[in-house]
């Protein structure tokens, strides 16, 4: 798969676009509800609201994983991109839903008004849900079948529902906001396995998904050792991904970060740095992504996702 990380993003990005316009979301409903009625009107402030919230200057990190597992099992690029769009809507309703004032109340995202901010809260909690819906219709609609089999839909789609829901990111974010207030160090061994229990399910539930969904579109079936290395590679770089969020929230600025910096601090949330101390918390990252890195040595095919294990640890933003 000779192709870079940026013509990666610019690919998922067109994908993107075409999920999140009014004739294919027509086309999909009158497909799902297998009726002879005319198409549904669609809410164009629905439509404005999820591609506001899913477009703009995401990392596309998460679809750049999705084509990085595919990448490992020789998929093909095409078989991949509908996947990789699906993470990006998923990744995107959680961080809407995140932004609300129920939740972390930002009013800053990707360095423009969050969702709730930009129309109000009531269409971004429907924005977030319809964005959750269209990811999962990404993978099991009728355009995907195109380039994955029924077999294959169905356990990418289980692998990114269970991803996201009560035993994934929904579950990390109940602990998350369960430890607000009450981050008081009782013992440091039990609260860095509680804060890696929070972002393994938070941040790096999906990150590990994604990975594993791009392996899956292989032609050929994935053996469970290739899966087994693949989980361990999304597993740490989910946390390195998340000792660096930690870290930023610190070092970084709002203008560089695009959302506010400290509110971690405020929440009396835990963190790595709180735990371990900054310096501790880098060499964290550091040692995390050395042992990504090492578990790709099967893989002969393997520069896509080692070159984002580094740019997860070397990000500034």
């Known amino acids: 798969m000779p192709t870079s990380l940026p013509a990666l993003r610019e690919r998922v990005e067109r994908k993107l676009e075409l999920l999140l316009t009014s004739s294919f979301c027509e086309h999909s409903l009158n497909y799902s509800i297998n009726s002879i009625e005319s198409a549904r009107p669609l809410s164009p402030t629905l439509l404005a609201a999820m591609h506001y919230s899913c477009m703009g200057s995401g990392k596309r990190m998460r679809a750049q994983l ?22 990006e809507m998923m990744h995107a309703y959680s961080l809407v839903h995140d932004d609300l ?18 129309f109000d809260e009531a269409t971004a909690i429907l924005a977030g849900d319809a964005l959750q819906a269209q990811a ?27 991803a ?46 994604s990975v594993r969904m791009g392996a899956l579109c292989a032609a050929q079936s994935p053996d469970i050792e290739a899966l087994t ?34 509110s971690d601090e405020g929440l009396n949330k ?10 501790a918390s880098k060499q964290h990252a550091r040692d995390l ?15 896509l996702l080692v070159e984002l294990a580094t740019k997860v640890v070397e990000r500034t933003y």
């Open 101 to 118: 004032p129920a939740m972390d109340d930002d009013a800053l995202r990707r360095g423009r008004p969050t969702c709730h901010i930009q």
């Open 136 to 162: 999962l219709n990404a993978i099991l609609g009728l355009p995907a079948s195109s380039f994955l089999s029924s077999d294959q839909q169905l356990l990418i789609g289980r692998t990114l529902s269970s």
């Open 229 to 262: 290395a693949l989980d361990l590679y999304g597993e740490k770089i989910g946390l390195a991904f998340q000792v660096i969020d930690d870290i930023l929230d610190i070092e970084s600025d709002t203008k560089t970060l695009g959302k506010p910096v400290g």
């Open 289 to 303: 992504h050395d042992e990504a890195i090492e578990s790709l040595s099967a893989f002969s095919d393997n520069s």
């Open 164 to 209: 996201a829901g009560a035993e994934g990111m929904v579950a990390g974010q109940m602990l998350d906001l369960e430890a607000e207030n009450n981050a008081g160090i009782d013992n440091q061994t039990s609260n860095l396995l509680r804060l890696q229990n929070i972002h393994k399910s938070k941040t790096g539930a999906l990150i590990k998904a």
């Open 66 to 87: 999705v084509y990085g597992g595919g990448q490992c099992t020789r998929a093909e690029l095409d078989a991949l991109d509908f996947p990789a769009a699906a993470i």
């Open 270 to 279: 835990l963190t790595y740095p709180v735990l371990l101390g900054l310096e």
